[in-house]
């Protein structure tokens, strides 16, 4: 009698657990579960490509420095951010 009432909680756990699982993907695909997780990677990207400009400004910064170059020499007709 233990062993049973032992599988069927084991059981009704596990198909809870499931049906969970079934209700978050559900949800995830969704219109406004794919617009989060649009909205997520556009931001991850955003972070990325800030991170990346803000390097590169560092790094010229950096050249000019240590070539002795001003931004007065910069080549005429380039835009300095």
């Not at 931001?43 to 991170?51: E, F, Q």
């Not at 990346?52 to 170059?69: D, H, P, Q, V």
Request: glycine residues 12%.
């Amino acid at each position: 009698m233990f062993k049973r009432i032992l599988w069927v909680g084991i059981g009704v756990g596990i198909g809870a657990l499931a049906a969970r699982r079934i209700i978050q993907i559900r949800d995830a695909a969704s219109a406004e579960g794919l617009n989060r997780t649009v909205g997520r990677v556009a931001d991850g990207l955003h972070d990325v490509a800030y991170a990346f400009r803000e390097g590169m400004a560092s790094r010229e910064t950096e050249l000019r420095a240590a070539l002795g170059i001003s931004d007065a020499d910069a080549i005429p007709g380039t835009r300095r951010h």
